[in-house]
């Protein structure tokens, strides 16, 4: 069972975050040394992935621990087998690594700590034996389906000029901007996700339609005309760690679109850069955005060095990113209660 409270969490997941390189080491010298076919196939690079690839596991399942949420940990083993498989690899060799893991890091912990990790593994372990559809594509057929389809194709073939312009016309016919963040740009990158998942498309095509779509983002950005009235000062941030940031950028200019003075400061920032600009500023609202589980930690951080540092004069603080659409009930418990989980419920909260 896993600790009861969010303290006993916390200090279990620190607990497995300071074990993590010496389980990664040793898991992969083991499963090279039963598994000798893998140093011939895949020789050094292989064992540099394994061991990055434990250091993940590990990641992801103190970050489910600490929200106390094994379906995070399960959804993240569902996503990996799929991953893994549509590159050939079966689900079985996952099953193994979660096995490997259980075996390495029990002998560090207390009794109960090991229950609640042996129940968390276990759960991941469920996962990757019932066969899961790969993640869909999606082709709307909303208003903005055909633009959604456009710039899909424009963004994956490498084509800025046309990737552009496919939203600049969508702009000129009378699209609204947060549409075209939401139907169009969000939607498209949820399809690179999937097909980069799914081995259809290469990495580098999967961050080149992730910058095109940056470059699109920051081509549009002038076209925006703030409301005739000011809502407050905002900064939009991600947390150290987090290597995501178009969803962010898109909650900074709908924000600022709709009246707020906002400071969009990218992501994975030092925490103590957020506090100086929540300084510098003075902020009403701070807008956290985490992608990943495995960042949790970093946002629980963040919010409690803002709760400190700030007092009675602490910012209304809002969380958003697929992370805390997972375990929403997170958020209360690290002293936040909002939780957003798309930009036009962000709208409707934040821009009366």
């Known amino acids: 069972m896993t600790p009861g409270t969010f303290s006993e969490r916390r200090n279990l997941a620190q607990k497995l975050l300071s074990i993590k390189e010496n389980v990664a080491q040793a898991m992969t010298s083991e499963f090279f040394t039963i598994h000798p076919e893998w140093e011939a196939r895949y020789g050094e690079r292989g064992r540099q992935c394994c061991t990055a690839d434990a250091r993940f596991h590990m990641e992801f ?3 489910a621990i600490e929200a106390d949420s094994p379906q995070a940990f399960g959804d993240y083993a569902r996503w990996t087998a799929r991953m893994l498989g549509a590159r050939g690899i079966g689900a079985h060799t996952l099953e193994e690594n979660l096995t490997q893991l259980e075996t390495h890091i029990l002998p560090a ?9 042996s129940a968390f593994l276990c759960e991941g372990r469920q996962a990757c034996t019932v066969p ?24 994956l073939g490498g084509q800025r000029r046309t990737a552009l312009g496919v939203i ?48 699109v983002i920051a081509m549009i950005y002038p076209r925006i005309v703030p409301l005739d009235k000011s809502l407050g000062k905002m900064v939009v941030t ?10 962010a950028n898109l909650v900074a200019d709908a ?15 030092p925490h103590a850069s957020v506090l ?12 956290i955005s985490t992608t990943l589980v495995a960042n949790l930690p970093s946002a629980v951080e ?16 809002v969380l958003g990113g697929s992370a805390f659409q997972l375990v929403p009930q997170f958020a209360k418990e690290i002293g936040s209660s909002e939780v957003i989980p798309d930009l036009r419920q962000a709208i409707d909260a934040l821009c009366p």
């Open 168 to 215: 600049e016309e969508a702009l000129s016919s009378g699209a609204r901007q947060v549409d075209i963040y939401v139907d169009v740009i969000a939607e498209a990158l949820h399809n690179v996700g999937a097909l980069w998942e799914q081995n259809k498309i290469s990495v580098a095509q999967e961050h080149m339609a992730s910058v095109i779509s940056q470059y």
């Open 302 to 317: 963040l919010v409690r060095s803002v709760r400190e540092r700030f007092g009675a004069r602490v910012p209304r603080i």
């Open 132 to 155: 899961q559809p790969a993640s869909a594509t999606q082709s709307s057929d909303g208003p903005l389906g055909l633009t959604m389809r456009a710039f899909l194709t424009a963004i």
């Open 61 to 63: 399942l103190a970050a």
């Open 276 to 287: 100086s600009t929540i300084d510098e500023t003075s902020a009403d609202v701070l807008c």
């Open 255 to 269: 924000m600022e679109e709709n009246g707020w003075e906002v400071r969009f400061l990218g992501t994975n920032l």
């Open 109 to 117: 912990l207390l009794p109960g700590e090991r229950d609640a990790v």
């Open 238 to 247: 991600g947390v150290s760690g987090e290597q995501h940031q178009i969803g």
